[in-house]
């Protein structure tokens, strides 16, 4: 099916702006993703009608937004095609999915010379929380190489694996280059050394159908607002065994069955590590923001954003001076690119002159970015609200300013 860009557009009120007197082209998807009407309007509806707290009021508003904020539960479920809705956990979004399971998982099972396996692409979030668990157990932090065009090396990753693989944690596709990686074939030799895999799917989970139970992870974190939802929230999937075989990540109501000054029991999941009141009107909202998506269908906004990737990608490359960085056969609607003789904050801030909105600088990858030899990119993401008049809008600026060092 071919998508109607100008109605998907109409639903996003923040993208009929101008910038610097210029229309606004946002091309910084894979930081955050702008919200459709529905969203802000579920936001507006839920503290304007039903504000109220989940799971223990006695009275009608507060059955309302409980039955709300479970619906949302059950939507994530399918949407992660997970076993059971009590495998779906809210987080504040995919960085605290990772702490959360570095704190619980890796403090109980976690001990000295055990082995965690990333990879070169990792965003901070899947890296610093494992090497503060390394400091605190005596663990060791092993890393998969990639190679020029920003793939895993999976050679390299087979000699890594040993019995002593406790987890695998890896993201599924790169913020700052948009490789996707082979999940299926990691998880599944990971799992033949015993090792639990955690996927962080903060920027696949958007673009890829996710089906987690054919995948086989033990873990799949997310964040609403990189699938058109409010920031701040996330979800973690885990499996019911391994999830049940963990202790609470926070202490505090919700989570317990019985508190006593002797002894606390906890309650079941995903109420065990949901402590607090949680993001009530924003879990409400992400609601709009699946609905969205699944109406749409992933497989047409996947063509849509290829599309635009391809065609921008063709067409940049021949601009002299434009150098891409990461050039994976498989990618996500990312593209990385320097300005030769050009800082990328510099390109940057030139294309904001223009009204385009683009990430410059790390992308919170720092070891990516050193294995390159570089301080950072430039970087355009695409998302379905994209079109091919903006992505020539890019091009022609992207040349102009390559000129300028050109000349
Ligand atoms: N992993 C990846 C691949 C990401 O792109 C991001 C967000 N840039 C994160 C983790 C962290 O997500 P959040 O900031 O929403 O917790």
Redesign the pocket.
């Known amino acids: 099916m071919t998508l109607n860009i100008q109605n998907i557009r109409e639903q996003f009120p923040v993208l009929d702006q101008e910038v610097n007197g210029k229309p606004l082209i946002y091309m910084d998807n ?2 955050t993703t702008q919200k459709p009407k529905e969203v802000l309007e579920a936001l507006s509806d839920y503290y304007t009608h039903d504000n109220s707290n989940i799971h223990r009021g006695a009275h009608t508003l507060a059955d309302r937004a409980t039955r709300a904020y479970e619906r949302t539960r059950s939507l994530v479920k399918d949407f992660l095609n997970a076993a059971e809705e009590e495998e779906i956990i809210f987080t ?5 999915g990772i702490n959360l399971v570095a704190s619980t998982f890796g403090r109980k099972f976690f001990t000295e010379g055990d082995e965690i396996i990333i990879s070169t692409l990792e ?1 901070h ?2 890296i610093v929380p494992w090497q503060m668990l390394c400091e605190e157990k005596g663990a060791i932090l092993k890393v998969i190489p990639i190679n020029e065009k920003g793939e895993l090396l999976l050679d390299e990753f087979d000699k890594l694996l040993t019995n002593k693989t406790k987890l695998v944690s890896v ?1 599924h ?3 700052a280059l948009g490789t996707i990686n082979p999940i299926e074939e990691i998880i599944s030799k990971s799992h033949a050394v015993g090792a639990k895999v955690l996927i ?1 799917g ?2 696949s989970s958007a673009h890829l159908d996710i089906d987690v139970q054919a995948l086989n992870c033990d873990f799949f974190v997310m ?1 609403a ?2 699938i058109y939802g409010p920031t701040g929230l ?1 979800v973690l999937y885990g499996k019911r065994e391994v999830l049940e075989s963990m202790p609470p990540y926070q202490g505090g109501g919700e989570m317990i069955k019985e508190v006593t000054f002797e002894k606390t029991t906890y309650n079941e999941i995903p109420f065990k590590f949901e402590a607090g009141t949680p993001n009530i009107a924003d879990v409400i909202a992400f609601q709009k923001a699946i609905e969205f998506v699944n109406k749409l269908g992933k497989a047409n906004i996947r063509n849509h954003e290829e599309s635009l990737l391809n065609y921008a990608t063709e067409q940049l490359s021949l601009i002299k001076g434009f150098i891409p960085v990461g050039t994976a056969s498989k990618k996500v609607s990312v593209l990385s690119f320097l300005i030769e003789y050009m800082h990328p904050f510099d390109v940057g801030m030139m294309l904001d002159a223009s009204g385009i909105a683009v990430r410059t600088g790390h ?2 990858t720092q070891p990516l970015m050193n294995r390159f030899e570089i301080e950072g990119t430039v970087r355009a993401s695409f998302s379905v609200y994209n079109t091919k008049e903006e992505i020539e809008r890019l091009i022609e600026s992207v040349s102009k300013i390559a000129k300028l060092k050109n000349k």
Not at 92 to 96: C, L, Y
């Open positions: 894979a930081a504040k979004g995919t960085t605290e965003h979030s899947n993201v596709a790169s913020n962080d903060a920027q964040s607002h990189k996330g992308h919170c």
